[in-house]
């Protein structure tokens, strides 16, 4: 945030908040990024040096070409660093090369036909082609974004796939606690980038509504229901409490019938009520899940048979013990994992591998699990296991998030779901908001330790970005109005008005954003994204302070500049949607 902008948000309320989609779901994109335009020019240029006889073609794996932005603004838009890359394939010093490929593209420039996106090219030591966009791109980008701007920002697939996204899964044994809220937050803002960046995705909450954590959870409503002593590994806390006292007469009856399993199936019920509550507190965080699978299940209709079967197909079984085991020392792991166990019953592993099965079964391209980092031992087995079973290794993937350690002034807390100490999901929601929550998560990496101050989080000044991103998008709504009151509205467009350095260092600033998508959905991180959406209000400030936007004495050049601080608007607004974020009106 820069110092000078940091006085324009005061102490504020929060009304009228909306929420942007940020992609219509089956609608093609409108433009490419411009850096995807400058990138095909590059191409352009090069094949025309090469077809000149100026540069020969070569023989070895053709490079890519590399796009970035220069750290200051006057050594260009962008830069491209290609001519170090084929010095050595070419045997010619970079800036030999850098010469004949700045030839080039001024020829491509100076081709109407070519409708070039560059202006002007500059070699810079030791290779550097530092590059300077049209205003005619620009121009045409934020039309694009007036014309359509619930399109603006999403960008076509590298390469197509249908993903299934398993996230959060935590055990329903009790309320969704704040230990587990990294796994919704980045779940969440993965799918969303994914999806943006033209992938098609599900949603997926695997849960465990069997074995001996649901049965623990039953024993532990049916003791405090008769007035027994808890078991030794039982739960406690209030929702146990509440559930016993919820507790059906038909679920009592079943449970204490001759010969039944009491625990169980009281633990099926709580765990049931259990679930509920997490869904609803995801949905209240705007987490919602396409698919709820629970482990059951996979035993029930026969996919962890199908996959034992796979692998015993494929040689990959050994017996001893009297127990099953999956011989994954084959495929690097450290030691061979059982999966039927020496009495009978199988391991969580056993489902593992069913899910794995089911899921490909589904005809997803690709899986991504996210788990804590607590669960590393477990990624080598079951990745090796589908390698096993015959598919894609590659296609399974593990992102494990880091810790998070919650502090509130200055002091750790420590939560246990079984002791019945903790903070739930709907609590730290309560206490810091949606907006902030999820801003605070987004804007650091997934595998990045960090410490969420609460106290910090509460705070409602210029020193919370997520409040100083939205005051900027509330602020030019403000300027609307304003300028419709009195007659003013924006241009259909801001041809000729880029000529002004504040409109065109807003304007450069506004384009970016589907390369940030882009670059978010590669990388699988949503960091960039309110990194840039801080750096787009910044810039929007600075404009604002330097120019006068709505002026009746000078209707046309009004309409202009308010049809660039609307590009900015749609633009913020969609980085906002993007994060799960509202875009408020006014503040």
Known sequence: MAPAARHILPQFERTNEVHLPVTSPGQPALLPPVRSQVRTAIDRAWKRAVQAGDLPSTTE?????????????????????????????????????????????????????????????EIAPPGFLNLRLTDVVLETAIRSILGAPVDWGRVPPVRPRTVNVEFVSANPTGPLTIGNARGAFVGDLLCRVLEAGGQTVTREYYFNDSGSQVGNLGASVVAIRTGAPLPEDGYHGSYVEELARELPDDVRAAAEAPGADGADIVGRWAATRVREGIEASLERLGVHFDVWKSEGSLHAEG???????????????????????????????????VIIRSDGRPTYFAADIGYVTEKFSRGFDHLIYIWGADHHGTVARVRNAAAAMGYDIDAVQVLLYSWVRFIRDGEEISMSKRAGEFITLDELLEEVGVDAARWFFASRAATTGIDFDIELAKKQSADNP????????????????????????????????????????????????????????????????????TELATQFHAFYRDARVVDSEEPDRSAARLALVSAARVTLANALGLLGISAPESM
């Open 61 to 121: 794996s053709r490079p890519s070409i590399d796009i970035e932005r220069p750290a200051k603004p006057e050594h260009g838009d962008l830069a491209v660093n290609l001519a170090m890359k084929l010095a050595r394939p070419y045997r010619k010093a970079p800036l030999e090369i850098a010469r004949i490929l700045a030839d080039a593209i001024a020829a491509d420039i100076a081709d109407p036909a070519a409708a070039s996106p560059i202006a002007s090219v």
């Open 303 to 337: 996919w962890v048979e199908r996959a034992i079967e796979r692998l015993r197909a494929g040689g990959h079984l050994l017996g001893q013990d009297g127990a099953l085991w999956f011989r994954s020392t084959a495929f690097g792991d450290d030691k061979d994992r």
């Open 466 to 533: 997520v409040y100083y991103v939205q005051y900027a998008h509330a602020r030019i709504a403000s300027i609307l109005r304003k300028a419709a009151d009195i007659g003013l509205a924006p241009a259909a467009d801001v041809t000729g008005l880029l000529a002004g350095a504040a409109e065109a260092a807003l304007a450069r600033a506004i384009v970016r954003f589907p390369e940030v998508v882009e670059d978010a959905a590669r990388a699988e991180e949503t960091h960039g994204i309110t990194a840039y959406a």
